[in-house]
């Protein structure tokens, strides 16, 4: 007996509907996997555009061929130890140029808030505002962080003139109970001196762990 076609697509719809389902799931694996492929040492660093503090609009790829770039994430206003470390980095400035490193610092809290910080703590490189946490997705510090999944952690990823990233440290340690809150066991402050000896180390293609 002959099928009719109404009878064809009642069977066939629902495999279908679980073969698109299979599809969709696999799409999003190879989406995720493409995320995580651009946060490791030695992968292509992940392009982004975000507003600056002050005014404009910054472009990572544009400093591609020109600069190598330190990228500092850490958890904003809250914090004052995250921006004494970027005062102490300041005080190292010409050791930075010396490197052709250009070190550029992300996080949240309103563009005003901000602006009245770094004109607290008198920080003159690139201050860039994340409220959307674009980046910091990207480059997955939102783990890394007394306020998991809000706020970015405290990390530098340090990425060449070819858009190679060459180093990645967080300086975040999430206590043994798991409860990121607390603080955990990590401080949000690394030497100066360790982290220009880690830049120097991944630029020359030593490797720089912590």
């Known amino acids: 007996m002959e099928m009719g076609i109404g009878e064809t697509l009642e069977k066939i719809l629902p495999f279908a509907g679980i073969i698109l389902i299979i599809g969709l799931i696999g ?16 992968d292509k660093a992940p392009d982004f555009t975000l507003p600056v503090v002050g ?10 061929g020109k600069k190598n770039v330190l990228l500092y994430f850490q958890e904003g206003i809250m914090c004052p130890a995250c921006w004494y470390q970027q005062v102490d980095i300041e005080k190292r400035q010409a050791e930075f140029d010396a490197l052709d490193t250009e070190v550029v610092m992300i996080t949240v809290d ?41 706020r970015p952690g405290h990390v530098f990823v340090l990425i060449d003139k070819s858009g ?7 300086a975040y340690k999430p206590p043994a109970s798991g409860d990121h809150h607390s603080g955990g066991t990590g401080t949000m402050y690394v030497p100066v001196e360790s982290i220009l000896g880690s830049v120097k180390a991944g630029l020359i293609g030593e490797g720089a762990g912590q």
């Open 27 to 42: 799409w999003g694996l190879a989406t995720a996997n493409d995320n995580d492929a651009g946060f490791k040492e030695g």
């Open 55 to 64: 005014g404009g609009q910054f472009r990572l790829s544009a400093l591609q």
């Open 110 to 150: 309103s563009p005003g808030a901000l602006a009245q910080a770094k004109a607290q703590y008198g920080i003159r490189d690139t201050l860039l505002y994340d409220n959307s946490l674009t980046a910091s997705a990207m480059y997955d510090v939102l783990r890394d962080s007394m306020h998991p999944g809000e």
């Open 164 to 170: 190679t990233i060459r180093w990645r440290y967080s």
